[in-house]
């Protein structure tokens, strides 16, 4: 009897030492209750798969304790910095978050950066599981000459532009010419087009950046060609982007009827989602002969059937392709549009954050095998690591598909855990970082997110985001 009750005190000692081993009051402050035999797990990577992931885990293992790394010090991922302002309903999945972070068995480690402040190595000694959210980074590239001139940047800059990712604010687009082009029809490509389209005064009751405010403000594009390489039956958008585009003030949506020659027929054949939405188009089409000329001065010009062939001063060449097996296949036959700034929005990709990771860098994701992370020679999968959100299955779908993938990664996780796939008994230290990092806890980020609520209260903007660390350090108190 005395022997086990030292085993057990043992026990109790040792995670007493590693708890203590943190660098701040404040993480000190955040330390998970320990139980004897508690299933670690880290998730790196604080946007919807890292939250969503959380919070299956902790509602189907009860013995589990989860801490979420982050590199910035605020979370949210793509909610906080890629949903577009004026779509605050979206955002409301961040009270869903905010929920499961307030449960006492996780903790948040903002401010830290697998790869730089933490290694993979590393996090797999002290976690019985390991699980890789941390999104994607880059975006893909035309691959054309001149395309690093200075009026051809990326939408995802764009859009981390108005949204406030720290660093995007030093972007500075040139807004002073009449023609933007947009090359990629994804909602993110609408996103975009309706920012640059939408009027000032609504805007400013967004959380837009104000500096961004400022340049859409003495903005001077009136037209915005959104260009895709297929037709309008494989439009990337979906039906709520192209309504909202068809509602804004003072824009007219001009189609090309040459691009909608037979679609009319195939209607019926296409499922309903598909069907709905290449019938708004043509009943769009069908309108725009009836509006008065000249009564609207700003324009969203949808322009099909092209793909990306040269890039010049203030235009850009198109080839005029083809369909083929629904592939777009480019002809000899080309066009020339204006483009006073040109806007790259054909995908993103992940970056590979730690030498550790089984990362294809072709198609810009972690190589695994239904969220299991595979080893470097692909014979099995790694014990205890995963891979969940655009980091594994690419840029695709919208938060609900995320939702679901993590989901469904979390459950794997809880059925290798009960399989005893991979050693989850051990004792395991979780966190430990050195004395001089500065780490934001989820108390950190409630100062940060009082600070950016009260800010906007006076703009009557719903927050006035903070986008210096620095001084997100400084307002979290680390």
Not at 165 to 194: C, K, M, W
Request: hydrophobic share 40%; aromatic share 6%.
């Amino acid at each position: 009897m005395s022997l086990t009750r030292n085993f057990f005190n043992c026990r109790r000692s040792l995670i007493n030492i590693y708890s203590s081993s943190f660098s701040t009051s404040a993480v000190k402050s955040q330390n998970v209750q320990q139980a004897t035999g508690t299933k670690r797990i880290c998730i790196v990577g604080a946007g919807p798969a890292g939250f969503y992931a959380a919070q299956y885990l902790l509602k189907q293992l009860t013995d589990c304790a989860v801490d979420i790394v982050e590199k910035l010090p605020v979370p949210f991922g793509l909610v906080r910095f890629g949903v577009a302002p004026d779509h605050p309903e979206v955002k409301n999945v961040i009270n869903t978050f905010t929920k499961t972070a307030e449960n006492p068995r996780l903790r948040f480690f903002g401010n830290v950066t697998l790869g730089t402040d933490v290694t993979l190595q590393e996090l797999r000694e002290r976690y019985h599981a390991v699980l890789l959210t941390y999104g994607a980074d880059q975006d893909r590239e035309l691959e054309l000459d001149n395309e690093g001139q200075s009026h051809v940047i990326s939408a995802r800059n764009f859009v981390a532009w108005y949204n406030g990712l720290p660093g995007a604010e030093q972007l500075q687009p040139d807004l002073s010419g009449r023609d933007v082009t947009i090359v990629g029809q994804g909602n993110v490509a609408v996103d975009v087009a309706r920012m640059l389209l939408s009027p000032i005064d609504s805007l400013k009751l967004t959380d837009t950046t104000e500096y961004a405010l400022q340049a859409l403000a003495d903005s001077k594009v009136e037209r915005v060609h959104l260009v895709g390489r297929r037709g309008p039956l494989q439009a990337a958008f979906t039906i709520k982007e192209l309504r909202e585009m068809l509602k804004l003030p003072n824009v007219e949506t001009c189609w090309r009827p040459q691009d909608f020659t037979g679609i009319e027929a195939q209607l019926d054949k296409l499922q309903r989602p598909r069907k709905r939405l290449t019938e708004l188009m043509l009943k769009s089409l069908g309108e725009q002969s009836s509006r008065k000329a000249g009564t609207i001065n700003k324009q969203f010009l949808p322009i099909f059937l092209r793909a990306p062939k040269s890039i010049a001063e203030r235009k850009m060449e198109f080839s005029i392709t083809e369909l083929r097996d629904n592939s777009a296949v480019a002809t000899e036959a080309t066009e020339h549009l204006p483009a006073d700034l040109i806007l790259r929005s054909i995908g993103y990709k992940s970056s590979c954050a730690d030498a550790g990771i089984h990362f294809d860098a072709h198609r810009g994701h972690v190589c695994h095998q239904q969220g299991r992370v595979l080893k470097q020679d692909k014979s099995q999968s790694e014990p205890g690591l995963y891979v969940a959100g655009w980091l594994g299955s690419g840029p695709t779908g919208v938060i609900l598909t995320t939702m679901n993938g993590a989901f469904t990664v979390a459950k794997t996780i809880c059925d290798d855990m009960a399989a005893n796939a991979f050693d989850a008994t051990s004792i395991k230290p979780g966190l430990v970082m050195d004395n001089n990092k500065r780490i934001v806890t989820w108390q950190g980020w409630q100062r940060i997110d009082k600070y950016e609520t009260e800010a906007g209260k006076s703009k009557l903007k719903p927050r006035e985001k903070v986008v210096s660390i620095p001084e997100m350090l400084r307002i979290a108190g680390v």
